[in-house]
């Protein structure tokens, strides 16, 4: 069985204008993906229209573009409309920064029906999307110091745990490695790595396995296979698989690929969510 659980309809503003989400519902069926929930941005981190002042220039563009609470409420409520009409369709919302504005989080997380909710870090607190940092000319060092500031928030999210699966644990390397082929040292990481991990576990929270490094520059799932293989010795079970789908055509892209990775490294079920529970389906590749 596969499953597509993290995909972007046009109710996110980085994603395509033609993404509706009942042709996404239709497309998953075509490609014989089991279910597909939608996961729009929920960037709360935007939704703090009294601290414009402190944006830098990036952020107030994205707080313009990304910040009106009504793209993700609108996705949400579309959503579960169509359900009505497609079974194999789940609601769900990419939380972004949760702890950098946790009034929007909670009223975001307050609203009935969701399925599933995925918990990302997309920029550190008080720094612009990762995809907007300049990484040439930058000492190796303030890279560093970016990283480990990254999963140290990552590990402030897992400890609140209020979503169900933490979203494309490696994201910064999309850019960093991928994107401008910075080779970064990741072994002084390992500790906060695991304690990530270990929090992930003891909370009984999953771990995505997000397959859209494997269309980009990266070449590799977020996060790659030592890491899902090193949540697993841990005693990690639960994992959930996405696309990062910003489009129709990438919905189920590098799914197959991605379930057999997890095969491979021991894992015995995919988790899909419904109504915020997991639900574990055979790993039957
Ligand atoms: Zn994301
Ligand atoms: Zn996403």
Partial sequence: MLFDSHTHSYFSPDADKGAEI?????????????YITVTDHC?????????EGEYDEYQKADSI??????????????TLLLKQKHENLLC???????????????????????????????????????????????????IRVLLGRYFTEVLDMCKWGGFDSLGHLTY???????????????????DIIREIFCTLIEKGKALELNTSGF???????????????????LGGELVTIGSDAHNIFDIGAGIRRGEELLKAC????????????????????
């Fill in 22 to 34: 009942e042709a996404m519902a239709i497309k998953a069926q075509e490609l014989g993906l089991s």
């Fill in 43 to 51: 960037d709360c981190c935007y939704w703090l229209p009294e601290s």
């Fill in 65 to 78: 573009m990304f910040g009106s609470r009504d793209y993700s409420k609108a996705s949400i409520e579309k």
């Fill in 92 to 142: 769900g919302t990419e939380l972004g920064e949760p702890l950098q504005n946790i009034k929007a989080a909670e009223e975001i997380l307050s609203i009935d029906g969701l399925d599933f909710v995925i918990g990302s870090l997309h920029m550190n607190s008080g720094k612009p999307d990762f995809y907007y940092l300049e990484y040439d000319n930058v000492d190796i060092s303030v």
């Fill in 172 to 190: 910064p390397l999309r850019y960093i490695q991928g994107e401008y082929e910075i080779t970064i040292d990741m072994r002084r990481y390992n």
């Fill in 215 to 233: 269309r980009q520059k990266y070449g590799k799932p977020f996060p790659e296979e030592k890491y899902l293989r090193l949540y697993r010795e």
């Fill in 266 to 285: 021991g894992f015995k079920y995919i988790t899909v969510y419904k109504g915020r529970k997991p639900e574990n389906f055979k790993l039957d590749i």
